[in-house]
């Protein structure tokens, strides 16, 4: 969640343009080893946003962490990366490119008047280019605390079994002071905020 969840999360975030969910639940798909990592291995998320949408994050062990297929594939199953699904069909987005429910979905040019995107195709590049330029990189730190931010709140959801309200703007878990427990934890000194 907290490794190939960010980069997945995060496209997916951008792609709709929010902050983030209102409300999180998620569960386990598998068992936890005893004494070993608080975050689990394998899990199903569903992010909820303020206008209803759904965004589903899964996991399978069926994958490397490295994104490296450990299994084949079932017949129509999609995996490390995101699908988006809409009236006209779906879009599948992963490292090795694009694919749709039907193809003028991607050969169709979009309308002059669609967002366009900041482009990298190679993220360290883009930083030194910005570390020259002063521009702004493709993905900023508030894009990466958004996105990180959802991952977390999937693995607090599924640590604790209980579905969450997140408030986006406040960055709080809403009437739960136990999950908003797991939003930050003590820092240790001298390395606190008071030393900026």
């Known amino acids: ?88 069909g779906w879009i599948w987005i992963s490292r090795a490119g694009l694919d749709a429910s039907d193809p003028g979905l991607l050969d169709t040019p979009l309308p002059a008047s669609a967002d366009r995107l900041y482009v990298s195709n190679d993220h360290m590049a883009n930083f030194f280019e910005c570390v020259r330029s002063r521009k702004a990189p493709v993905a900023d730190v508030e894009a990466g605390h958004r996105s990180v931010t959802m991952c977390h709140l999937g693995s607090i959801a599924v640590r604790l079994g209980r579905p969450l309200r997140w408030d986006p703007a406040k960055e709080q878990i809403v009437g739960d002071d136990e999950a908003q427990s797991y939003v930050a934890r003590e820092q240790r000194k001298p390395w606190t905020y008071e030393m900026v």
């Not at 709709?16 to 608080?38: A, I, N, Q, S, W």
């Not at 994104?67 to 084949?72: D, H, L, S, Y």
Request: a negative charge; glycine letters at 12%.
């Open 1 to 88: 969640m907290t490794d190939w969840g960010a980069h997945h999360n995060d496209i997916a975030r951008w792609a709709l343009g929010v902050d983030g969910p209102v409300h999180v639940e998620g569960r386990p798909t598998c068992e936890m080893t005893p004494g070993g990592y608080t975050a689990a291995a394998q899990y199903h998320v569903e992010y909820t946003y303020a206008d209803g949408l759904k965004h589903i994050c899964r996991t399978t062990n069926a994958d490397s962490p490295f994104g490296k297929e450990i299994a084949p594939p079932v017949v129509g199953e999609m995996r490390n990366g995101i699908v988006f699904e809409g009236d006209n």
